[in-house]
């Protein structure tokens, strides 16, 4: 009965624990985050010169005429996930397939895009059930159009101790592709 009980109390400290989030507006204010934020913005910016660049050598060769001056959603990715057991953010590498740290309970996660995506296609998914969009940021460019987003989603589950999670998303411009990237969390 002992174990038991002091087994009771350890799981009822984590579960304490797994709730325990600061808020959204606190963790991206972070010096930090806010430095992480910056390198984002500067890798979709980095695209987005190079898609320039690209636009303006097939305009000089006659073969395209652009409609609009924002690109179709070319790429998405999760970049960062903060929780109630790892309450750093854990910063992704492009292209990784897991977390660096182990997670648990109720979790932030950060997604970036270049392009525009259609709005109401946009869905993060944890274990197959949808999370909720907490915020979006557009990432502008010198000539302060929108070029890319930096998202926020939250997992409100406590009881959370890993799973995959999937991001995908519509491009609102022709062609209409869809992206997506998945991501387990440790």
């Given at each position: ?37 910056q390198t984002l913005k ?54 990784d397939f897991s977390t ?37 940021e557009p990432i502008k ?46």
């Amino acid at each position: 009965m002992k174990k038991f009980l002091l087994g009771l109390a350890a799981f009822s400290t984590f579960s304490t624990i797994a709730s325990q989030l600061p808020s959204l507006e606190s963790v991206v204010q972070e010096s930090g985050f806010l430095a992480y934020q910056q390198t984002l913005k500067k890798e979709v910016l980095n695209t987005h010169e190079n898609y320039q660049l690209y636009i303006d050598s097939l305009k000089s060769k006659g073969e395209i005429v652009p409609m609009a001056p924002a690109p179709e959603l070319t790429y998405l990715e999760i970049r960062g996930v903060l929780s109630a057991q790892s309450p750093s953010w854990d910063y992704v590498a492009v292209g990784d397939f897991s977390t660096n740290e182990d997670h648990g309970g109720e979790f932030y996660a950060v997604t970036v895009e270049y392009g525009y995506a259609t709005p109401s296609s946009r869905r993060f998914q944890l274990n197959g059930s949808n999370l909720s969009l907490a915020q979006s940021e557009p990432i502008k460019d010198s000539g302060n159009t929108v070029i890319g987003w930096i998202n926020y989603w939250h997992n409100t589950q406590t009881n959370f101790t890993s799973g995959t999670s999937t991001y995908q998303a519509v491009s609102i411009n022709f062609p209409y592709n869809r992206e997506d990237d998945r991501l387990y969390i440790r």
